[in-house]
């Protein structure tokens, strides 16, 4: 039994559609961040869920690795071929299924991703609310429980995925949830698999909430003396109950790196970029009140946008953070990092994290979705050079310890992967040893994923 065994029998289901060329088996290798190149042995491009079966059967059969990948654009290693193996490539599975306007839900396979599912939404007066910032898919963005800039809101993936269709390591296909809005009928499988990584299937079908589209929205940029006076209004602001669609912030050296990159003329100061949605009367009414909070903890005026265009340009500017920064270092790559802590303690957190890196020789602007807890460090370092990757590492470090100590996570949104598994152990204790039973009870042959999220042996 191996993996060119596989590759074999696989050839023959799939013919073209399963590619052993270098080229593709390197594109299906890398990683968005600083890991080293994994190809796998072969990528499948499988059309159908049975295909999908079929496939995992004869992976099974002869103990070869499956790793699924939906846009590749996950942050911890999730979709690189640790140990070899078939990369499924899940992009011809991208359609619509149904969508249920009354109901405001939609069936979905998962490759189709948000910005393709929102533009087939359009005519229904609906949208799907989840938004990572990259064009991901549906399928990966459920597999790492994704959030974003409007979790605020609407929530993560793990409010809004109401059911999947699933293929297990023997190949077996299930459904998991319904259509209902609740239920009380057994385990939650399908927040077991929400946020799983691929470890314990394939998801090969989605069942989504839907959101109306609001008849307003209005957008803004503020900037700050310092993070303390904007983390303190966001706090205001959501202690007397105004309800925000988006809101982010940037430091001081983010801005200078959105101005380099994108031709703007942000103050090197921390900012708020805010959103609000609703009645035309309601998000005049909500965007005064935010203003006169952003006034009484010394912010400037906001710049407003209720043009669609202008909005676009706002949250674009925010998207491309990463970019920017790396933009800002000539070669350079990085260690985008992730932790969460309560609201009350982001502040601290943030300045803390400023700290260390004004201490390190390292440059490490900060961004995030500060509504959530939820911040991120873009460490940047010389891909050449491996005492940057060393001082990156222990900077992260620093921050893990940092989020467990005020009550947080060690990640908010990125996941687990292969680079945060370290911390498991730190963060759950005997509880992880526990998630290693549950995917060896789905999973026995070790043969979906394997290296991520959980250590089994």
Known sequence: MTIDAAITELSTLLGERLNVSKSDRDIHGRSEVYYAPMPPDAVAYPETTQEVSDLVKICAKHDCPVIPWGTGTSLEGHALALKGGVTVDFQRMNQVLEINPEDMDVRVQPGITRMALNEDLRATGLFFPVDPGANASIGGMASTRASGTTTVRYGTMADNVMGLEVVLADGRIIRTGSRARKTSAGYDLTHLFVGSEGTLGLITELTLKLQGQPEAISAGICAFPDMHS?????????????????????????????????????????????EFHGSDAA????????????????????????????????????????????????????????????????????????ADIADSPLHGPILGHVGDGNFHAILMMDPDNPDELTEAKRLADRMVDRALEMGGT?????????????????????????????????DPQNILNPGKMVQIN
């Open 230 to 274: 904007a983390v303190n209004c966001v706090m205001m602001t959501i202690q007397m109950g105004i309800p925000m669609a988006r809101i982010e912030f940037v430091d001081a050296a983010t801005a200078l790196a959105f101005n380099a990159y994108s031709g703007g003329d942000m103050p090197a100061q921390p900012h708020l970029l805010v």
């Open 283 to 354: 998000v005049a009414e909500q965007s005064e009140r935010f203003g006169e909070l952003v006034s009484d903890h010394g912010g400037s005026d906001f710049k407003w946008a209720t043009k669609t265009e202008d909005r676009n340009a706002l949250w674009q500017l925010r998207h491309d953070g990463y970019y920017a920064i790396l933009a800002s270092r000539k070669g350079a790559t990085a260690m985008s990092t992730d932790i969460c802590v309560p609201i009350s303690k982001l502040a601290d957190a943030v300045t803390q994290t400023q």
């Open 410 to 442: 060690v990640t908010g949104e990125h996941g687990v992967g292969m680079g945060k598994m370290k911390y498991m152990a730190r963060e759950h204790g005997d509880a992880w040893s526990v998630m290693g039973d549950i995917k060896r009870s789905f």
